[in-house]
C-alpha cells in the first residue's frame, strides 16, 4: 500500500487490518470506528465520510484486487491436491455397498464444487462455460433469438382468420 499524506493513521492501520483478513466489524470494534461508517469509507461516500472517502475507496480496491489475485493463484497451487482428494473420497464411497444420506450429501458437495470450477471463456462481455456446448457465434445467434422472441411477446394479437371468416385450426402432432 502507498501512503498517502490524507488518510490518518487509523486508516491506515484500518487497510492493514483489512489487508490480513480481517472482518470489516471486527476492525470497526478494534479501532473504535462504527461499523456504517467503516462500510461507508470502504464504498468510497463522500457525503458521510468526506474526501477521504475516495482515497480509502482506492487503497481498499488495491487491497481487494490483492485477496483475489492471491485466492486465485491458492486455487490453481492446489487444484491438484483436490482433484486427487476428491478421487479418494469417490473411490472408498463407490466401495460401500450402501451409501448413506451423508455419502450423498458429500457426492453432491464435490460435484458441485467441480460444477463451479469449469474454465469460462469471455467473448466481449459475454460469459459462457465450455460445459453448454456452444461456440461464440451460437452464443450470439442464441441471445439474439431470445431477443427477437422476447420482443414479439409484447406483440399480442388474436387469433387471425381465414378469408372465409373461420379461425384457423391448428394441425395435430403426429407421434
Not at 485466492?71 to 479418494?88: R, S, W
Not at 450423498?104 to 469460462?120: E, F, G, H, R
Request: aromatic share 6%; charged share 35%.
Amino acid at each position: 500500500m502507498s501512503m498517502k499524506t490524507e488518510l490518518s493513521e487509523k486508516h491506515w492501520k484500518a487497510l492493514g487490518l483489512l489487508e490480513n483478513g480481517m472482518l470489516r466489524k471486527d476492525v470497526a470494534t478494534k479501532l473504535g470506528y462504527k461499523r456504517d461508517y467503516l462500510d461507508k469509507l470502504c464504498v468510497g461516500n463522500v457525503t458521510k465520510c468526506g474526501k477521504v472517502a475516495t482515497l480509502f475507496k482506492s487503497e481498499y480496491l488495491k487491497v481487494q484486487k490483492k485477496h483475489a489475485e492471491e485466492t486465485k493463484q491458492l486455487v490453481a497451487d492446489n487444484m491438484k491436491k483436490a482433484q486427487e482428494l476428491i478421487g479418494e473420497v469417490f473411490t472408498e464411497i463407490k466401495g460401500k455397498k450402501k451409501k448413506t444420506d451423508a455419502d450423498k450429501k458429500i457426492l453432491s458437495m464435490y460435484t458441485n464444487a467441480v460444477a463451479k470450477c469449469q474454465p469460462t471463456q469471455d467473448v466481449k462481455n459475454i460469459s459462457y462455460s465450455y460445459t453448454k456446448g456452444l461456440t461464440a457465434e451460437e452464443l450470439i445467434h442464441e441471445f439474439k433469438r431470445l431477443k427477437t422472441l422476447a420482443e414479439s411477446s409484447f406483440e399480442r394479437g388474436g387469433i387471425s382468420e381465414t378469408p372465409e371468416g373461420r379461425t384457423r385450426n391448428v394441425p395435430e402432432a403426429n407421434e
